[in-house]
């Protein structure tokens, strides 16, 4: 079908402001992403869509793949942003496969974080409920029906959100306006390939004698913009007249489709697959190789993963080169360094090529292990300097890791190679906030039947870990208490140990700091045995120095903090730092050091927050509330009270129902109610509860108002008087004996 022109309101032109010409809003919320080359076309169907988003809350977007869905909602999203005040956000979903994955997938998309046991769609229906955003969604048909019902939920929970979805069917909701995309106009089609020509070459001009070529060109794709740019990125090597001749050849050779399919199946068909048949064989090699991969790679991994005897790992450099030239590779800088990706229909249309050579198995094993490889690698990396690095790097392979577990949770003997992998990314679920999806990853592993080697003890500890976190005692005590029984019984002195100090963690937490302070002692000391140093032994130091600084001991909790800190310093660790200097911060105040409490919580509160590690980002918001009203700024206070209790729910259990943890919060809501009186205090708190987490941590940083001085020119009011009593230590959740106590509490 083709639509007659008609001016659309917003294209593209020299006085036009920088948020319609595709980019973001600067200073709007949202996760939009940056065109690369400039939109052409289309503007009959960007009024019509941004009309339909008036009258529906759902828009659905549908048509072939290569028609140009994502790059249209994307477009009119980026359109219309200025009407969405909580922002646009788009949801890509060709990388997730397992539809219990989504709405962590929708998490992500958003930026939050809850490291809640709650279920993830609990979070998303309480944080949508009351915003007005506009939620892109793209590439859902796989898992149309999940989607659909997660998108219904979230329309009858939250009135002022409005969806605009592209996929290659309907969600078939009430209330859904379907947009059946058409292929482009002839005019369209033309502005489009003359425009790609001239980015691959930039002679490339439209004449009369080439004219006649290209719009022959253009109506033989049928205007499917993949295949125009496709065929536009061959006038690197070819003519516009050679494009047309070779084209004819190759729409007789592959018209694979169905003779019953729509038409422009099979000549999408015929255009991606006359791109294959002109790469040389060792490019069509890797192009079906690379299907194995999930969302970005990099070239390291291709390297070994898809290298062989017909393609030597020292030719892939050049060979991707070439496929980067074509456009059937893209490349994307990120902070995680020079990546690639391919589009989903051409890499669903190499996976085929792959299943047809027998090696889809062979790859996919190969991936999985570079993956096991890359993965223990970054656990071990994570102890160093490039402890950020290694975060930025699983972040952006994450769809490859999940890959990689799915692949081996297909073959019940190689189920402990998911277990190894859910256990080895510990650093990913507790140190970057990923508590929710290492819980669904650590709970489906373990439910396959393996022996109780060493992979699985591990994922029994990491799981207690992430119970322990969650504000979950129950299935904690059950993890921990299984892994140390077990390894106990194996021989298993490590997993031992880890159990032993996460059992002690857990007692911390819930108020039993004898027990807290017994348990991890005799951990560390384990650990000194087995010649253990890493993260994970300088966090049992530190929450060692929690227990006995709740007790009282503040010197030997500045001690202990104290040498954690040097070992930090010297090993290039910030993350363990981070908790290191919360607990050196929660002396300095008990000592009446308001200003150097401050400072130590800053670089805290920093370190946290650039981790996403919402937990230690709110302990340190906590107590630099109570920094906060001694030093004279009971407003302030208020507000930071009022955005931390915003941010629990995603953590878990506020302040982990913790009398010791809680006694800051405590002893700040007194003073400043005192200060200020109810109705201010309320109203304070409640401004801080609009706030966002970046919002609200970028204002702890920037300090209170008026100039800060050091406690020995102002004179700044000591604590007036100690933390609350938090009476008699409480008994343990449950004792790993008898596996009893602790749901009543909880």
Same mark, same amino acid.
């Given at each position: 079908?083709?639509?007659?022109?008609?001016?659309?309101?917003?294209?593209?032109?020299?006085?036009?402001?920088?948020?319609?010409?595709?980019?973001?809003?600067?200073?709007?919320?949202?996760?939009?992403?940056?065109?690369?080359?400039?939109?052409?076309?289309?503007?009959d169907e960007l009024a019509e869509l941004t009309g339909l988003l008036e009258e529906s809350r759902l828009v659905t977007v549908v048509g072939v793949g290569g028609v140009g869905k994502t790059r249209l909602v994307t477009r009119a999203a980026a359109l219309l942003e200025k009407r969405y005040c909580d922002g646009v956000?788009?949801?890509?979903?060709?990388?997730?496969?397992?539809?219990?994955?989504?709405?962590?997938?929708?998490?992500?998309?958003?930026?939050?974080?809850d490291h809640t046991n709650r279920p993830p769609r609990a979070t998303l229906l309480d944080y949508c409920a009351g915003r007005r955003l506009l939620l892109v969604i793209d590439g859902f048909e796989h898992l149309v029906d999940a989607c659909a019902e997660l998108v219904r939920d979230l329309l009858r929970r939250a009135?002022?959100?409005?969806?605009?979805?592209?996929?290659?069917?309907?969600?078939?909701?009430?209330?859904?306006?379907?947009?059946?995309?058409?292929?482009?106009?002839?005019?369209?089609?033309?502005?489009?390939?003359?425009?790609?020509?001239?980015?691959?070459?930039?002679?490339?001009?439209?004449?009369?004698?080439?004219?006649?070529?290209?719009? +022959?060109?253009?109506?033989?794709?049928?205007?499917?913009?993949?295949?125009?740019?496709?065929?536009?990125?061959?006038?690197?090597?070819?003519?516009?007249?050679?494009?047309?001749?070779?084209?004819?050849?190759?729409?007789?050779?592959?018209?694979?489709?169905?003779?019953?399919?729509?038409?422009?199946?099979?000549?999408?068909?015929?255009?991606?697959?006359?791109?294959?048949?002109?790469?040389?064989?060792?490019?069509?090699?890797?192009?079906?190789?690379?299907?194995?991969?999930?969302?970005?790679?990099?070239?390291?991994?291709?390297?070994?993963?898809?290298?062989?005897?017909?393609?030597p790992a020292d030719s892939v450099l050049d060979v991707l080169s070439g496929l980067l030239a074509q456009s059937i590779v893209l490349r994307e800088d990120s902070a995680a360094g020079t990546r690639y990706r391919m589009l989903d229909t051409v890499r669903e249309y190499g996976a085929e090529w792959l299943a047809a050579?027998?090696?889809?198995?062979?790859?996919?094993?190969?991936?999985?292990?570079?993956?096991?490889?890359?993965?223990?690698?970054?656990?071990?990396?994570?102890?160093?300097?490039?402890?950020?690095?290694?975060?930025?790097?699983?972040?952006?392979?994450?769809?490859?890791?999940?890959?990689?577990?799915?692949?081996?949770?297909?073959?019940?003997?190689?189920?402990?190679?998911?277990?190894?992998?859910?256990?080895?990314?510990?650093?990913?679920? #507790?140190?970057?906030?990923?508590?929710?999806?290492?819980?669904?990853?650590?709970?489906?592993?373990?439910?396959?039947?393996?022996?109780?080697?060493?992979?699985?003890?591990?994922?029994?500890? #990491?799981?207690?870990?992430?119970?322990?976190?969650?504000?979950?005692?129950?299935?904690?005590?059950?993890?921990?208490?299984?892994?140390?029984?077990?390894?106990?019984?194996?021989?298993?002195?490590?997993?031992?140990?880890?159990?032993?100090?996460?059992?002690?963690?857990?007692?911390?937490?819930?108020?039993?700091?004898?027990?807290?302070?017994?348990?991890?002692?005799?951990?560390?000391?384990?650990?000194?045995?087995?010649?253990?140093?890493?993260?994970?032994?300088?966090?049992?130091?530190?929450?060692?120095?929690?227990? #006995?600084?709740?007790?009282?001991?503040?010197?030997?909790?500045?001690?202990?903090?104290?040498?954690?800190?040097?070992?930090?310093?010297?090993?290039?660790?910030?993350?363990?730092?981070?908790?290191?200097?919360?607990?050196?911060?929660?002396?300095?105040?008990?000592?009446?050091?308001?200003?150097?409490?401050?400072?130590?919580?800053? +670089?805290?509160?920093?370190?946290?927050?650039?981790?996403?590690?919402?937990?230690?980002? #709110?302990?340190?918001?906590?107590?630099?509330?109570?920094?906060?009203?001694?030093?004279?700024?009971?407003?302030?206070?208020?507000?930071?009270?009022?955005?931390?209790?915003?941010?629990?729910?995603?953590?878990?259990?506020?302040?982990?129902?913790?009398?010791?943890?809680?006694?800051?919060?405590?002893?700040?809501?007194?003073?400043?109610?005192?200060?200020?009186?109810?109705?201010?205090?309320?109203?304070?708190?409640?401004?801080?509860?609009?706030?966002?987490?970046?919002?609200?941590?970028?204002?702890?940083?920037?300090?209170?108002?008026?100039?800060?001085?050091?406690?020995?020119?102002?004179?700044?009011?000591?604590?007036?008087?100690?933390?609350?009593?938090?009476?008699?230590?409480?008994?343990?959740?449950?004792?790993?004996?008898?596996?009893?106590?602790?749901?009543?509490?909880?």
């Amino acid at each position: 079908m083709r639509r007659s022109q008609r001016p659309f309101p917003s294209s593209d032109g020299p006085d036009t402001p920088p948020s319609a010409r595709g980019g973001p809003a600067r200073g709007l919320p949202g996760n939009l992403p940056a065109e690369l080359n400039r939109f052409v076309g289309r503007d009959d169907e960007l009024a019509e869509l941004t009309g339909l988003l008036e009258e529906s809350r759902l828009v659905t977007v549908v048509g072939v793949g290569g028609v140009g869905k994502t790059r249209l909602v994307t477009r009119a999203a980026a359109l219309l942003e200025k009407r969405y005040c909580d922002g646009v956000w788009l949801l890509e979903l060709s990388d997730v496969h397992d539809p219990e994955l989504l709405e962590h997938a929708l998490v992500d998309a958003l930026g939050l974080t809850d490291h809640t046991n709650r279920p993830p769609r609990a979070t998303l229906l309480d944080y949508c409920a009351g915003r007005r955003l506009l939620l892109v969604i793209d590439g859902f048909e796989h898992l149309v029906d999940a989607c659909a019902e997660l998108v219904r939920d979230l329309l009858r929970r939250a009135p002022r959100l409005r969806v605009l979805a592209a996929g290659r069917l309907p969600m078939e909701l009430d209330g859904e306006a379907t947009y059946p995309l058409a292929t482009m106009t002839d005019r369209d089609a033309l502005r489009l390939f003359a425009e790609r020509a001239t980015a691959v070459q930039p002679e490339f001009r439209l004449t009369e004698h080439t004219r006649g070529a290209v719009q +022959e060109l253009c109506r033989r794709l049928d205007g499917i913009p993949l295949a125009l740019e496709l065929a536009a990125g061959r006038l690197r090597a070819l003519s516009a007249e050679q494009v047309l001749e070779r084209l004819d050849d190759r729409f007789r050779l592959l018209t694979g489709g169905s003779r019953s399919a729509l038409a422009r199946h099979q000549t999408l068909r015929t255009a991606i697959g006359w791109s294959h048949e002109l790469c040389v064989p060792e490019q069509r090699l890797l192009w079906s190789r690379l299907s194995v991969f999930a969302g970005q790679f990099d070239l390291e991994a291709v390297e070994y993963i898809c290298s062989g005897s017909e393609l030597p790992a020292d030719s892939v450099l050049d060979v991707l080169s070439g496929l980067l030239a074509q456009s059937i590779v893209l490349r994307e800088d990120s902070a995680a360094g020079t990546r690639y990706r391919m589009l989903d229909t051409v890499r669903e249309y190499g996976a085929e090529w792959l299943a047809a050579t027998g090696e889809t198995e062979r790859l996919r094993r190969r991936h999985r292990d570079w993956f096991l490889g890359l993965a223990t690698w970054c656990e071990l990396d994570w102890f160093s300097p490039r402890q950020s690095e290694v975060a930025a790097r699983v972040e952006s392979e994450l769809p490859n890791l999940r890959r990689a577990m799915e692949c081996s949770l297909e073959c019940p003997e190689e189920a402990h190679l998911a277990q190894y992998l859910a256990g080895t990314l510990w650093f990913l679920w #507790v140190g970057c906030g990923r508590l929710s999806e290492g819980r669904h990853w650590l709970d489906h592993v373990l439910e396959e039947e393996t022996p109780y080697d060493s992979s699985r003890l591990k994922a029994l500890w #990491v799981l207690g870990y992430v119970a322990v976190l969650q504000g979950d005692p129950v299935g904690a005590i059950s993890a921990l208490t299984e892994c140390r029984e077990e390894a106990e019984a194996a021989g298993d002195a490590t997993a031992s140990a880890y159990a032993l100090h996460r059992t002690g963690c857990l007692a911390l937490v819930t108020d039993d700091t004898a027990r807290a302070q017994e348990l991890l002692h005799e951990a560390l000391g384990r650990y000194r045995e087995l010649g253990e140093l890493n993260s994970n032994v300088l966090m049992a130091q530190v929450e060692l120095a929690m227990s #006995v600084g709740f007790r009282g001991e503040l010197d030997r909790a500045v001690t202990i903090c104290e040498e954690v800190r040097e070992i930090c310093e010297d090993h290039g660790e910030r993350w363990a730092l981070s908790y290191a200097l919360f607990v050196l911060a929660f002396a300095a105040l008990e000592r009446g050091r308001p200003a150097r409490a401050r400072e130590l919580l800053g +670089e805290s509160l920093s370190i946290s927050h650039a981790f996403h590690d919402l937990l230690g980002t #709110v302990l340190s918001l906590e107590l630099l509330a109570l920094v906060t009203v001694v030093e004279g700024d009971a407003d302030e206070a208020a507000l930071l009270q009022g955005a931390a209790e915003q941010i629990w729910p995603s953590v878990g259990l506020p302040l982990f129902g913790s009398e010791h943890y809680g006694a800051p919060r405590v002893r700040c809501e007194e003073l400043a109610r005192r200060e200020l009186g109810e109705e201010r205090y309320a109203s304070r708190r409640r401004a801080g509860a609009v706030l966002g987490t970046d919002a609200v941590v970028a204002r702890a940083l920037a300090g209170r108002p008026g100039e800060r001085q050091s406690d020995a020119d102002t004179g700044a009011q000591e604590v007036p008087g100690p933390l609350p009593e938090t009476g008699k230590t409480r008994k343990p959740a449950a004792s790993p004996a008898s596996g009893r106590g602790g749901p009543e509490r909880w």
